[in-house]
């Protein structure tokens, strides 16, 4: 059975800090594009970051850009979003996505909540 289970979401005031995880099972996490996703009410999906199988290549939307930090351990089978400077306009339900370029498969975690907010 496949899960994406994503923690780490709450409450933070602006300019606080906040580490996103992803842990996933029953599939091949290690040859799986990893990314995160955002979406705020009214609002569409949004790509936040993406992550290779390995790692070396890593690219954000440019709202996030210097503040946030995607990683994976395939060891442990997580990817993880660390993310600093928060603003208000990065509340939103944040989820992990994982892709299988060869066959165009997609897996999605539940999403937990970020809100960013004094």
């Known amino acids: 059975q496949v899960q994406l289970v994503e923690s780490g979401g709450g409450l933070v005031q602006p300019g606080g800090s906040l580490r996103l995880s992803c842990v996933a099972s029953?599939?091949?996490?290690?040859?799986?594009?990893m990314r995160w996703y955002r979406q705020a009410p009214g609002k569409e999906r949004e790509l936040v970051a993406d992550i290779t199988t390995t790692g070396s290549i890593i690219s954000y939307v440019d709202s996030v850009k210097g503040r946030f930090t995607i990683s994976r351990d395939n060891a442990k089978n997580t990817v993880y979003l660390q993310m600093n400077s928060l603003k208000p306009d990065d509340t939103a339900v944040y989820f992990c996505n994982a892709y299988y370029a060869a066959t165009f498969r997609t897996y999605w975690g539940q999403g937990t909540q970020v809100t960013v907010s004094s």
């Open positions: 029953g599939f091949t996490f290690s040859s799986y594009v």
